[in-house]
């Protein structure tokens, strides 16, 4: 089974700040790695989805980069800001279409 | 964004009784995800739908059943609601079973 974890749990910045969020993953079988945002009491949005032949992927202020053999992904935020205050969960489908979510990096950015 | 909607949006029950959650995507989505979501857990799946009455279960299946009688339906049901199953519920969809999923806007159970 597919373990997927996120490090750190929380995470305060002041705004402009550059940071770097962390997922990790125990099965290097995947077919891509989903980034999500989560806003306190709604569902979840998509940000980004990497490919696994692919090493990087670019949204913006948003950079999600993917290294299979070492299993770890890194959401790469840029120039923070209030708005970007939210939770960030990955996530990693496997071959039977079953997706697994790390349980989140809940980021505060401080005006 | 995905048109998915989730109803009720709130539930209080009781245990011992049957609850029956509604998810209704207008994406025409092949494919359907129940997902709990609770603290230090994070989202857990608790089945999924490849196609119209073709179901799977996830992760954490025991005390749940689902039906998808149409493309746009996925309804979860819980047959004798337990304190346990307390939690947020959400539902997701998506093109195909490694795609972008896009999510509902949760249903929050509480069993009393």
């Known amino acids: 089974k597919q373990e997927v974890t996120q490090i750190p749990a929380a995470l305060s910045v002041p705004e402009g700040e550059n940071l770097v969020l962390n997922c990790s993953f125990t099965?290097?079988?995947?077919?891509?790695l989903q980034w999500f945002r989560q806003d306190p009491g709604k569902g979840l949005t998509s940000l980004l989805l990497i490919q696994s032949s692919q090493r990087e992927q670019t949204s913006g202020r948003l950079n999600a980069s993917l290294d299979k053999s070492s299993g770890r992904s890194t959401l790469y935020i840029a120039a923070s800001q209030p708005g970007d205050s939210a939770t960030y969960l990955c996530a990693a489908p496997n071959t039977g279409n079953q997706f697994y979510f790390g349980t989140g990096t809940s980021l505060t950015v401080i005006p | 964004d995905a048109g998915i909607t989730q109803s009720p949006r709130h539930k209080v029950t009781e245990t011992g009784t049957p609850v029956t959650l509604r998810c209704h995507q207008t994406e025409n989505h092949r494919y359907m995800y129940w997902y709990r979501q609770d603290p230090g857990h994070g989202l857990r799946l608790i089945h999924y739908s490849y196609g119209v009455k073709d179901t799977d279960k996830g992760e954490v299946s025991d005390g749940y059943s689902v039906s998808r009688s149409k493309t746009e339906d996925f309804l979860l049901t819980l047959e004798s609601a337990t304190s346990s199953q307390t939690s947020v519920y959400f539902c997701a969809s998506s093109s195909g079973g490694i795609d972008t999923q896009y999510f509902g806007p949760g249903t929050r159970l509480t069993v009393l």
């Open positions: 099965d290097s079988a995947i077919y891509n």
